[in-house]
T-cell receptor, first 113, second 112 residues
Framework: ETGVTQSPTHLIKTRGQQVTLRCSSQSGHNTVSWYQQALGQGPQFIFQYYREEENGRGNFPPRFSGLQFPNYSSELNVNALELDDSALYLC????????????FGAGTRLSVL | GEDVEQSLFLSVREGDSSVINCTYTDSSSTYLYWYKQEPGAGLQLLTYIFSNMDMKQDQRLTVLLNKKDKHLSLRIADTQTGDSAIYFCAENYSGNTGKLIFGQGTTLQVKP
């Protein structure tokens, strides 16, 4: 167990809807990264948050957005859901004082119908 | 470029050693990682190696790093059925240390 918790575990949405996924980072960690893992693929970096600001972004459109809160927890928001957004969404937390080694949560499985 | 390559499948007998290989492209990566993913679960950090090291051993796990060839391997000694999972190699992209670049994963099947 890493101490990184994600909610909900599963979610079903329809195309065009909006979704919010949540992540609580491990105690002592100040950085949160989000990844999308499509079936049969490796995780793809969406973005990272540090000091409540986006600190790097992968090749994802602006309808993917996020927040980090003062307690270092984070949200991933996806607007105008598309069928291809169906995936496992993984959150990882890390500490800038410990080499940014990333520890992952169990993920949120999103299905878009 | 950003690319991490792994073979897709490996099958071994229980008790044998498993070796999972990976090649990466970013020679400036600071750390290289091995993660394990069991069905329906998140990623478990198995081990990582700092880029100035050649080898790291942690109980049954041995990581070898060849920086010249940009090749990383994970050896699991005395492989058990509980080791059956998907193993991902990852490098941290030097342009943004927060971004990990993952391979496609190697499915390890351990036969009794």
């Amino acid at each position: 167990e890493t101490g990184v918790t994600q909610s909900p575990t599963h979610l079903i949405k329809t195309r065009g809807q909006q979704v919010t996924l949540r992540c609580s980072s491990q105690s002592g960690h100040n950085t949160v990264s989000w990844y999308q893992q499509a079936l049969g693929q490796g995780p793809q970096f969406i973005f990272q948050y540090y000091r409540e600001e986006e600190n790097g972004r992968g090749n994802f459109p602006p309808r993917f957005s996020g927040l980090q809160f003062p307690n270092y927890s984070s949200e991933l928001n996806v607007n105008a859901l598309e069928l291809d957004d169906s995936a496992l969404y993984l959150c990882a937390s890390s500490s800038t004082s410990s080499g940014n080694i990333q520890y992952f949560g169990a993920g949120t499985r999103l299905s878009v119908l | 470029g950003e690319d991490v390559e792994q073979s897709l499948f490996l099958s071994v007998r229980e008790g044998d050693s498993s070796v999972i290989n990976c090649t990466y492209t970013d020679s400036s990566s600071t750390y290289l990682y091995w993660y394990k993913q069991e069905p329906g679960a998140g990623l478990q950090l198995l081990t990582y190696i700092f880029s100035n090291m050649d080898m790291k051993q942690d109980q049954r796990l041995t990581v070898l790093l060849n920086k010249k060839d940009k090749h990383l391997s994970l050896r699991i000694a005395d492989t058990q059925t509980g080791d059956s999972a998907i193993y991902f190699c990852a490098e941290n992209y030097s342009g943004n240390t927060g971004k990990l670049i993952f391979g496609q994963g190697t499915t390890l099947q351990v036969k009794p």
